[in-house]
């Protein structure tokens, strides 16, 4: 076990009509004039954005837009929104999407916090941040847990560059969460939204040594719960408990809660997802799930004793004569939860089809960010990253 | 399912060693002069008092200190606190102790935010509170939550009330959590703790429908946890690891984290002891322990399936022939678990005998303080009152 910090200040408003709430809420917390950022325009046809502006219009408090986020949000868009929310002299910034919409405001904020510095510096670790404009949400899609964490992921176009940075500076000031704003979200997106948020906490479960019987416990509940209504969902898209419980599940398993005690996580996988997405552009949770397996036959010999926890507890499955086939047993459990609700296991599944040059490069990559080597059940370097990707990409 | 809001601030330091980092958290904190409060001699016989003292002369920060509150905190302390917070000018409260002392340390900062006004009101609900000074814990018994709560219990000892005030705005800044200052205490205040972190829980979990399953996971892992280190803990006072499990399950138990969707909670066990305490000065986990086993004989009708799953996913039971068996088998195994870690179940073993009058001017003043009636898994009326306290009585 070892010591730790926990600090989740981000109030969560959560239920039906809660996005009424955004205009007392900002105004609560001293905003003059906030940035409304967005993605696509089903925010704007839905006519939620419409809402929000209502809602602030009541409130008195004054405001401009920027639509036009993409899942694995660009660098470019966030500097486009630096420059409108310093000629706009914006205070506050409410994000009305999923976690790359909140993503791209983390960043906008350390933007226009420090205005004479490049934003860029941090996601390349040659800074760290000292100001942060608060920012809030309301939430459309569950999944990154960006709502109340402290992350932050951003791809730089040019240099295909998917980099994250995490600060407790930005935690969110409030997360508006109504489950209904979820429902009309493609099952790929809901399903991929699901696999994140068990992967965030999954990263903090396979770990050397260390964790808290009460964290497991939490995590264990948090795994199952989302594995239910998962398949829930994928049959019954508008079943309003079950977005309830994905959702609050989703903010609960990224904002530190699953990973008390133990030795700071694993997040390899993250990892070894993010070079993915900075090259082919894939939805994050499904490529969570396209290397997972991979990953997890790589390592588990590693971690064993985690792995066998892991199927007995979360997967429910019977031990079997060894605690090596226990575990993998575990894995194939996980393969054929993934497969019932419509994710891909592995490249092929996924869509993509790497050469052996670009898996080289994601590994390199992978290693760049990660300081050399990444991870905690296994310390991967270069070459084990080339092993998982190219397991991957065989299956 | 009900909609909620859920708001845990307060940012946690846990591990060995930590206390040693109050001063230079206290000064990010802003604060220029600290009242240290404190209950008995053991802080600072330990050494414990000295440490902190250290701790702020090095980072600058001046500081009186308050110490001798009792258990059941008194009005006459928390007014004294006030008048000497005046006098020196305090602008932040560190309290050095367990929920006694933290919640003494609200009641003053509540006291010193707004001076012209009596802080009494507040308990007894004649206004809320519009100002708040920060306030900060290093936390020396697991047992209250009020380190990351928004709650504060106190008794006036002339009137002999007992009666709790909460407000978001008395979220502590931060809390510090070192299992080690724990191991010292007796058992029977250890185990009572125990007690009382799970009957935070439990208040929220035997409720009138709408509980959310991730909530209940948590809930019930939590308790599972407790369970299974209060047990060791019995035996093994001084092991670290059953020390931080309890110490960090108590704060989770009562931060709002595992009520979040129900109704709001059940909470009259907690108002039956209140009674208890004000009238008695029993310890209030033992309290608690005491009056549960009655409220749930004469409430699980009303609320069977949440007896059931309580017996059959917390208690391990085997479901009897009838989910009334199965309930009542559940009660049965929490009394066994209550003499296995030297908890009473009953006055006799609490070491009270009220008299009927006694008993009726207890309910009476429970049912006064709870605005007549009290209780979710079965509302309950002063005659509820007298009943169950008349059980508790007679066992």
């Not at 940035?35 to 405001?63: E, N, Q």
């Not at 960043?107 to 420090?114: F, N, P, R, V």
């Not at 079943?239 to 904002?255: D, P, Q, T, V």
Request: glycine residues 10%; charged residues 25%; aromatic residues 8%.
């Amino acid at each position: 076990m070892f010591g730790f910090e926990y600090y989740s200040p981000t109030k969560v408003i959560f239920g039906k009509g809660t996005e009424n709430q955004a205009g007392e809420l900002v105004k609560a917390y001293g905003a003059k004039k906030v940035l409304i950022h967005y993605g696509g325009k089903s925010a704007v046809k839905s006519g939620l954005i419409d809402r929000v502006k209502a809602s602030l219009d009541a409130a008195g408090v004054a405001h401009v837009e920027l639509g036009g986020v993409v899942p694995n949000p660009h660098l470019s868009k966030v500097r486009e929104g630096i420059a409108l929310g310093k000629k706009e002299g914006i205070d506050f910034i409410l994000a009305v999407g999923g976690g790359s919409t909140i993503d791209s405001s983390k960043a906008i904020s350390y933007g226009l916090a420090e205005p004479e510095k490049d934003v860029w510096e941090l996601f390349e670790k040659k800074r760290t941040a000292q100001k942060f404009l608060p920012i809030a949400s309301v939430l459309t899609i569950a999944a990154a847990g960006s709502e109340t964490s402290n992350s932050c992921v951003i791809t730089n176009e040019e240099t295909k560059e998917k980099r994250s940075y995490n600060d407790d500076i930005a935690r969110p000031k409030f997360a508006i969460m109504n489950p209904e704003l979820t429902m009309t979200l493609p099952d790929y997106q809901t399903e991929s939204g699901c696999t994140d948020i068990m992967m965030h906490t999954m990263e903090r479960y396979f770990t050397q040594g260390g964790n808290m019987e009460i964290t497991d416990e939490i995590a264990e509940g948090l795994l199952r719960t989302v594995m239910k209504y998962a398949k829930i969902l994928h049959h019954d898209p508008t079943n309003y408990e079950a977005r309830a419980e994905i959702m609050w599940s989703g903010s609960l398993a990224h904002n530190g809660l699953t990973g008390c005690g133990n030795d700071g996580g694993d997040f390899a996988s993250h990892m070894l997802e993010h070079e993915m997405g900075g090259m082919f552009d894939v939805t994050h949770g499904a490529g969570l799930a396209a290397i997972w397996p991979s990953w997890a036959r790589y390592v588990y010999k590693n971690c064993l004793p985690r792995f066998v926890r892991y199927a007995t507890h979360v997967m429910g499955v019977t031990p079997g004569e060894t605690d090596e086939k226990t575990a993998l047993k575990g894995i194939e459990a996980m393969e054929d939860f993934y497969h019932e609700i419509g994710m891909p296991v592995n490249f092929k599944e996924l869509g993509i089809a790497p050469t052996d040059e670009q898996i080289k490069e994601m590994a390199d990559s992978c290693a760049r960010a990660s300081g050399g080597h990444k991870g905690s059940a296994k310390d991967l370097y270069p070459e084990d990253m080339i092993a998982i990707y190219r397991m991957a990409n065989q299956e």
